[in-house]
Structure formats: C-alpha cells, structure tokens
C-alpha cells in the first residue's frame, strides 16, 4: 500500500506537530537523544493538519497550520514541510493570528461532536478562501455550513 509519511518533531525552538489526522501507523525515530520525533503514514485521500511553528529569542519566526489530503501515486501533490513525497493542500494559514483563529475552529468542531477528519476535502479548501477573503474567521458565520454538512454526512 503506498503511504504518505508525515514527519513531526518536537524542538526547544519550535515543532511541526500533527494536530488530527487517523494515521495507519506511526513509528517513533530519533536522530539525537532529546528528540521526539515521529513518522505518520497515512493512506491515500487521508486528511491531515500540520502546524509548523519556529521562533528564536526575538519571538516567532514561523508559524503555518496546513490541512492536507495525502495524494495517490502518480498524483500531483504540493510540497508541504514534513511530508513525504508530497499532498494537496486543502486549507493554509501564516501567521500567529490566523493559525490561533484556526485552532479556535478545530477546538468548537470538536466541542460539537464532529470529527475533522470527517469533514470533505471541498468544504475545507472553501474555508480556506473564506479566511482568505476576510482575514479572520468568524466561528459562527463562515464555517456554520461546516458543521451543518458534517453533522448531515453522519
């Protein structure tokens, strides 16, 4: 089966972490002796979110949330740090703000029973235009149909 690897690692300075996804295995490696780093595979048309956060002793350097689908063989895919050989990716925030706006999202989708993972590929990448267009995201305004047409697939 061909998987997408999906590699995270936590540092004193930052970590790029796998905030939902249901991986088919995950195996922990280590290249120092403090390190907590993971592989995640993932099947073909998983959806998985990154957030990848740097800073040093000014403050934040790097902060992405990245929701990606992993792609099939011979699929074209984006790069995406972490991941390996590549995904298509369905939503994408920078910035301190937007990505503490997005964990605002995934914490009240979960509040509401609904899993992310659970939600189709479209309705993210429509949220991501959404936050795009507005610079901020409004829990209840643009992502009320989200949680609407999550809750009528189950």
């Known amino acids: 089966m061909y998987l997408t690897e999906v590699y995270t690692d936590e540092k004193d300075n930052g970590h790029v972490k796998l905030e939902f ?3 088919r295995e995950s195996i922990p490696f280590s290249y120092k002796f403090d390190n907590k780093a993971m592989v995640h595979c993932f099947a073909p048309d998983s959806i998985f979110a990154l957030h990848v956060y740097e800073r040093n002793s000014y403050g934040t350097t790097k902060a ?3 929701i990606c689908r992993s792609i099939w063989p ?3 895919g984006r790069i995406v740090p972490g ?3 590549g995904a298509d990716i369905l939503f ?3 910035g301190v ?3 503490n706006l997005v964990f605002q999202w995934i914490k009240s ?3 509401a029973s609904i899993d992310p993972v659970d939600i189709p590929p479209e309705k993210y990448v ?3 235009f959404q936050l795009k267009s507005r610079r901020s995201i409004h829990i209840g305004d643009p992502f009320a149909s989200l949680i609407t047409n999550a809750r009528r697939r189950s």
């Open 126 to 128: 429509v949220a991501h």
């Open 64 to 66: 992405e949330y990245y």
């Open 74 to 76: 011979g699929e074209p």
């Open 83 to 85: 991941v390996k050989p």
């Open 21 to 23: 996804g249901n991986s």
């Open 92 to 94: 994408f925030t920078r």
């Open 97 to 99: 703000h937007n990505c």
């Open 109 to 111: 989708l979960i509040a």
